[in-house]
């Protein structure tokens, strides 16, 4: 390292340690509350509806009747309608439902099922797609509404999971 890179680092240290002590006693030698007066940046209303008499009562004088500037107008009107008309349609929508057990095994999936009949309030289905035997509890319309009774299944199906489903709707 040559002598010019070590006095450039010599005074970029030094000065370093002035900043961080220049602020350290700034800090602990002012042990006084912040205060700062800002009354005369404060926005001033005039108040012209209210007036106050004597008793010290508040009566009011002007009553100002406000139009509405964003109207529904007839073209905002038939998109909604139609939104309204397509919700009507929809029979289901993208949802979650917690796997319990997947597998060939049929005697497993009715064992899975029954284990969690009797211990859960949690009705779950069994299913059955060639090849393999699924068995489910549960349909939620998020993640965050699955996640407690979740946790509460891993207790006895460790290898339970939350999988996307289409949930019908009522």
């Known amino acids: 390292m040559s002598l010019g890179t070590k006095i450039v680092l010599l005074v970029i240290g030094f000065l ?3 900043g961080c002590a220049a602020q350290l006693t700034s800090n602990s030698a002012s042990d006084k509350p912040y205060n700062e007066n800002l009354t005369a940046y404060r926005p001033k209303f005039s108040n012209d509806s209210a007036k106050t008499d004597s008793s010290g009562k508040t009566a009011v004088t002007k009553t100002y009747v406000e139009k509405p500037v964003l109207n529904v107008n007839t073209k905002v009107d038939a998109v909604l309608d139609s939104v309204d008309r397509l919700n009507q349609l929809r029979k289901f929508v993208d949802g979650y439902t917690i796997q319990i057990y997947s597998g060939t095994n049929r005697e497993e999936a009715m064992t899975a099922k029954k284990k969690m009949t009797d211990s859960n309030e949690i009705t779950p289905t069994l299913q059955y797609n060639q090849p393999k035997f699924r068995v489910t509890a549960g349909t939620y319309y998020n993640k965050l509404e699955a996640q407690p009774d979740l946790m509460r299944i891993r207790h006895l ?6 999988v996307p489903e ?5």
Do not use: A, H
């Not at 289409?166 to 009522?170: Q, R």
């Open 16 to 18: 370093t340690l002035q």
């Open 157 to 162: 199906f460790p290898n339970s999971i939350l």
């Open 166 to 170: 289409k949930v019908l709707l009522k």
